[in-house]
């Protein structure tokens, strides 16, 4: 049985975890579990009383298709033009702060009609609504009751099941409701308030280090079983209606793993926020492999705290490789030039074993600019495949 205490934990890491490149916060959960068991109190009262931000309850059973903003209307256009067709921006949106954003709830998310599923498939991966872009801090959570016992539920199309994290919600255990409980008649706050600036910033500034170790793991994953890349289950699999491995839900996976890291998720934690995108079968593929490889920490190893001794595996080493080049790559990365040195004095030892795994960090590097002297003995069998690739010159770190 999981707890509430867990389930939150796994909430927070979602809501504080960079979604792309941009800068956008929150990976997009759903919560699943029996009625009654607390899901939407739990959730509402976390987002409002512990991160203080308003959060916005959309229930398509109650809504309907406007407020997904699905339903078209006409708009004169400006000095006399012909009239068009708009969507409308929900007037919920001016409810958010706009230093610390907050969340769309979309409660009993399953409910949805099919033909409005399309439109909901935006909001979740797009952050669209009508005619309106989400702002990058307002995230987007979901909870539902299991189908086959949901009101008028239907099972979600793949490829909006391939953007949801499933994650499973059991009932409070007797202890949970008896703390609970407690805390009413006392008064007290429930859970302790956060300083969500101040858990962004703690997140954006330890994401780079997080980021990199996942990819390099997810990289190295790939390299040894590629079978598990893209592997949609077919139409008449109940498994296509939830999570599955897609390049898309892999991204979002990666993300998790990374997140798991940064806020402390224990294993159990971890594994589920990663299989809540690409499956338990895809999860426990990767995990296990990742057991077996057993790799170091990049940044120990860029600094000489960790040795690494390079060795018949190629997919360690290419993994070791790539996580230390994707921590130097970036300008504010610190000690960046002596880091930089040390990753290519890995790299020519890692070559002597095979020069293919050398290359993907070595790119990374040269398109850098961090090409120090201790990378030209490395660089004189490289150069035709930089060349190959459009980097030319040697700029130095």
Same mark, same amino acid.
């Given at each position: ?171 409070? #255990?007797? =202890? /949970? @409701?008896?703390?609970?409980? $407690?805390?009413? *008649?006392?008064? &007290? ?76 998720? #224990?294993? =159990? /934690? @971890?594994?589920?926020?990663? $299989?809540?995108? *690409?499956?338990? &079968? ?85 398109? $850098? ?29």
């Amino acid at each position: 049985m999981t707890t509430i205490a867990s389930r939150l934990r796994i909430l927070h890491a979602a809501m504080f975890t960079p979604a792309n490149r941009h800068g956008r916060l929150g990976l997009t959960v759903l919560f699943e579990g029996d009625p009654g068991t607390a899901k939407s109190d739990a959730i509402e009262e976390y987002v409002h009383e512990t991160l203080g931000m308003h959060c916005e309850v959309l229930s398509p059973s109650e809504r309907g298709e406007a407020a997904f903003g699905a339903t078209p209307y006409p708009v004169q256009a400006k000095k006399g033009g012909p009239t068009r067709i708009s969507y409308p921006t929900p007037d919920w949106l001016d409810a958010y702060d706009a230093d610390i954003g907050g969340a769309v709830f979309v409660d009993e998310a399953n409910t949805v009609n099919p033909v409005l599923q399309a439109p909901m498939m935006g909001l979740i991966g797009a952050r669209r609504i009508g005619g309106a872009l989400l702002p990058d801090n307002v995230r987007v959570i979901g909870a539902c009751n299991p189908v086959d016992i949901a009101t008028n539920g239907h099972d979600f199309e793949p490829a909006l099941a391939n953007r949801w994290c499933f994650l499973r919600w059991d009932a409070p #255990s007797p =202890e /949970e @409701r008896r703390a609970y409980n $407690a805390r009413v *008649v006392q008064g &007290a706050k429930l859970r302790e308030p956060v300083d969500t600036k101040a858990e962004e910033a703690r997140v954006r500034a330890a994401w780079p280090a997080a980021y990199a170790r996942a990819i390099s793991l997810e990289n190295a994953f790939f390299a040894a079983c590629p079978t598990w890349k893209n592997k949609m289950p077919g139409r008449d699999d109940p498994r296509i209606h939830r999570a599955w491995p897609s390049d898309r839900s892999w991204a979002n996976a990666t993300r998790a793993h990374a997140a798991s890291m940064i806020h402390g998720l #224990s294993e =159990e /934690e @971890r594994d589920e926020f990663i $299989a809540g995108f *690409v499956g338990e &079968a895809a999860c426990q593929a990767f995990t296990t492999w990742m057991e077996k490889a057993d790799l170091p920490n990049a940044e120990d190893v860029l600094d000489g705290r960790t040795p690494f001794v390079p060795d018949h595996r190629m997919d360690r080493n290419g993994a070791v490789l790539t996580a230390c080049a994707a921590i130097v790559s970036p300008k504010e990365c610190p000690n960046r030039v002596a880091r930089a040195k040390r990753l290519w004095e890995l790299m020519l030892s890692v070559s002597t074993h095979s020069m293919d795994v050398v290359i993907p960090a070595a790119l990374d590097l040269a398109s $850098a600019r961090l090409i120090p002297a201790e990378a030209d003995t490395l660089l004189a069998r490289l150069d035709p495949i930089l060349e190959a690739a459009g980097i030319g010159g040697k700029g130095r770190a």
